[in-house]
C-alpha cells in the first residue's frame, strides 16, 4: 500500500506547499575569490529566495556544486541554509536536501539532512547508473525509510542518466514519494514520467515538477490528458519548479507560477503568457550555456548572481568549471533584450539588507 502526503510524512504546511507547487530555486554555492565558503553570502542568497516568494529551497543539489561533499562542506552548507530559513522566513518554507552517491553515502546523507530539518530528500541516482534498474529502485526505497522522497530524472549532459517507463511506474508506488523533479530536457522521456504516474493512480499523492529549464513555461501550463489502459482518460499538471534556471531572476519566477496558478482550469492560456515559453528558454539557453553541452551551466547563474552583488565570484569547486568563451557576452544579450525577466531593481533595493547582520530588522523592499 502507498503512502499519502500527510501530517505523518511531513509537516501539513509543507506537505500543501508541495503538492499545490512552488518556487523551489536549486541554491548555488557562494565562494569568496579565494575560494572558500562565502557564508555571508550564502545566507544573503538564502534571504533573497525567501524574500523573492520562493516555496523554499533545494540545497545540496547539482547547482549547488556535488563537490561539495568532497570539500566537506555539504552538512556545513546545508545547515547554512536551514538555519537562514528559520531565522528569516515568516512562513512555510520547504527544505530540501540533495541526496547522492551509492546507497550508504544517501542514506548518511539523507540523515544528515533529516537531523537538520529538512523536509524531504530530492534523490540523485546517478552513481547507480550502471546497475540494473531494480537495484535503482531498491536503493530509493531504502532511502525513503529515512525521509520523504523526490525523485529526480536528471539529462545525461550533467551527470544523469535516462530510466525507463517501467522504471518510473514503480517508482511512483514507493512509499514516502512526495514529488518528482523531471530534467530530462527530453519530452518522450517527460511524457514516460507523467504516464507512469498516472498509470499508478498517484496524481494527487506524487506532485510534478519541471526541471526541464528547456520548456518552463510550456511544462507548468500543459494539461497532460493521458488514457490509461482501461480507456479512461486522466489529466496531469505540472504543479511547480525546482530549477537552476529560477537560482537566477527568482522574483520574476515567483510572479510567472503565481500567474499560472491563477488561471482557471480550462481556461484559454493567454498568448502572451505562451510567447514567454521562447523568452525564457532563450535566456536559460545562455545562462545554462546550452550551445556548449551545458558545461557553463553553474557559472552562468553565478555570473547573474555576481553582477547583481549576490555572490563575489563565478568561482567553482572545481577550477575547470568556468564561463565558456562568449557566454558572458551571450548573457549581456539577453539581459539587454528581455529586461522584463530580471529582476535586478528588486536585488538592488534590498542587497544590503540580505547582506547584514541586523536586516530582519529593515522593512522589505518591493
Known amino acids: 500500500m502507498t503512502m499519502s502526503i500527510s501530517s505523518t510524512a511531513l509537516p501539513l504546511p509543507i506537505a500543501e506547499l508541495i503538492r499545490d507547487g512552488a518556487v523551489l530555486p536549486a541554491h548555488p554555492l557562494a565562494l569568496d575569490e579565494s575560494g572558500r565558503l562565502d ?45 537562514t530559513t528559520r531565522d528569516w522566513a515568516d512562513r512555510p518554507a520547504a527544505l530540501v536536501a540533495g541526496v547522492t552517491g551509492a546507497t550508504d553515502q544517501a ?85 514516460d514520467i507523467v504516464r507512469a504516474v498516472i498509470d499508478a493512480g498517484a496524481t494527487e499523492r506524487i506532485t510534478l515538477y519541471t526541471g526541464n529549464d528547456d520548456h518552463i513555461v510550456l511544462d507548468l501550463v500543459t494539461p497532460f490528458a493521458l488514457c490509461r489502459a482501461d480507456g479512461s482518460k486522466v489529466t496531469a499538471r505540472v504543479k511547480g519548479g525546482l530549477l537552476g534556471h529560477w537560482s537566477v531572476w527568482t522574483r520574476r519566477a515567483v510572479e510567472l507560477l503565481d500567474r499560472i496558478h491563477a488561471l482557471p ?13 521562447s523568452l525564457i528558454t532563450d535566456a536559460n539557453g545562455a545562462v545554462y550555456d546550452a550551445h556548449n553541452a551545458f558545461r557553463g551551466c553553474i557559472p552562468g547563474c553565478l555570473e547573474v548572481l555576481r553582477r547583481q552583488g549576490l555572490v563575489r565570484d563565478v568561482r567553482c569547486l572545481d577550477p575547470a568549471e568556468q564561463l565558456s568563451p562568449g557566454q558572458a557576452a551571450q548573457i549581456d544579450r539577453v539581459v539587454q533584450r528581455y529586461p522584463d525577466l530580471t529582476d535586478d531593481a528588486f536585488v538592488e533595493a534590498n542587497l544590503k539588507r540580505w547582506l547584514s547582520d541586523d536586516g530582519a530588522s529593515i522593512d522589505l523592499v518591493a
Open 107 to 191: 542514506l548518511a546523507e539523507a540523515v544528515t539532512a533529516r537531523d537538520l530539518g529538512y523536509h524531504a530528500a530530492l534523490l540523485n541516482v546517478a552513481a547507480l547508473r550502471e546497475s540494473p534498474e531494480s537495484e535503482v529502485l531498491a536503493h530509493c526505497r531504502r532511502v525513503a525509510e529515512v525521509m520523504p522522497i523526490i525523485g529526480f530524472a536528471l539529462l545525461p549532459e550533467v551527470g544523469g542518466f535516462h530510466l525507463s517507463y517501467e522504471f518510473w511506474r514503480a517508482f511512483a508506488e514507493l512509499d514516502n514519494v512526495v514529488a518528482i523533479k523531471m530534467a530530462p530536457f527530453d519530452r518522450y522521456r517527460t511524457l
Open 39 to 83: 557564508a555571508v553570502r550564502q545566507r544573503a542568497l538564502t534571504r533573497y529566495y525567501l524574500d523573492a516568494g520562493a516555496g523554499g529551497v533545494a540545497v545540496g543539489v547539482h547547482t549547488t556544486q556535488f563537490a561539495i561533499r568532497e570539500h566537506g562542506l555539504y552538512e556545513q552548507v546545508l545547515r547554512i541554509a536551514a538555519e
Open 265 to 277: 482550469d480550462g481556461a484559454p492560456v493567454p498568448a502572451d503568457l505562451l510567447a514567454l515559453d
